[in-house]
């Protein structure tokens, strides 16, 4: 079975920019939840959705949104691009049946100039 | 809220030789217990996982971790560690709706 993928995997962009990034999860996964990794702030829970609903939202500004497809794969966008949001962006998906099991894509690395 | 602990922000240990790695979580029930370890610039890798039944538990790579009730702790421990094995790993605790990770430690291997 494939894992979780995530595109791009690197990705640069200027400060007042968007950006999008993509997740699939495994198959037949349906929940699909997003973290940012720094180093300063660890892992940090943005959002989780399920069923192309958002079902839990962590501590961050409206800049930053997500959404899900019929087909369970995710986007997330951060619009108005600040430096710190220079991170690992980390997606994860579950299965129903074990919803804290979580697997993790590699990641996509955004670096804001 | 629950939380997790992981006291210990860097180890070094050399290669041959055993490995520990503490956590410990805050919470009211027994929640759902995580391993994970990351390599650098790369995703995290589940390695164990306890959910009920025998506190010992073994993972992939040869490890394995306790679920010690009556200190709320889920160490991570290996008999010998490789070269490989250098990465950062995390402790995550699940349970009503909420999934939250330690801050992680660095594992350095000394050849």
């Known amino acids: 079975k494939a894992g979780v993928t995530q595109t791009p995997r690197y990705l640069i962009k200027t400060r007042g920019q968007q950006v999008t990034l993509s997740c699939s999860p495994i198959?037949?996964?349906?929940?699909v939840s997003w973290y940012q990794q720094t180093p300063g702030q660890g892992l940090q829970f943005l959002f989780e959705?399920?069923?192309?609903?958002?079902?839990n939202k962590g501590n961050f500004p409206g800049r930053f949104s997500g959404r899900q497809f019929s087909n369970s794969r995710s986007e997330m966008n951060v619009s108005t691009l600040e430096l710190g949001d220079s991170a690992l962006y980390l997606c994860?998906?579950?299965?129903?049946?074990?919803?804290?099991?979580?697997?993790f894509g590699p990641g996509t690395r955004l670096t804001v100039t | 809220a629950q939380s997790v602990t992981q006291p210990d922000i860097h180890i070094t240990v050399s290669e041959g030789a055993s490995l520990e790695l503490r956590c410990n979580y805050s919470?009211?029930?027994?929640?759902?217990l995580f391993w994970y370890v990351q390599s650098p610039g790369q995703g995290l890798q589940l390695l164990l996982k306890?959910?009920?039944?025998?506190?010992l538990v073994q993972g992939i790579k040869g490890f394995e971790a306790e679920f010690k009730r009556s200190q709320s702790s889920f160490n991570l421990r290996k008999p010998s560690v490789h070269w490989s094995d250098a990465a950062e790993y995390f402790c995550?605790?699940?349970?009503?709706?909420?999934?939250?990770f330690g801050a992680g430690t660095r594992l350095t291997v000394k050849p």
């Open positions: 994860a998906s579950t299965t129903r049946d074990s919803p804290y099991e979580q697997y």
């Open positions: 959705y399920f069923s192309e609903t958002q079902r």
């Open positions: 198959s037949g996964h349906r929940s």
């Open positions: 995550a605790v699940g349970a009503d709706n909420d999934m939250r």
């Open positions: 919470y009211g029930a027994t929640p759902y």
């Open positions: 306890y959910f009920s039944g025998d506190t």
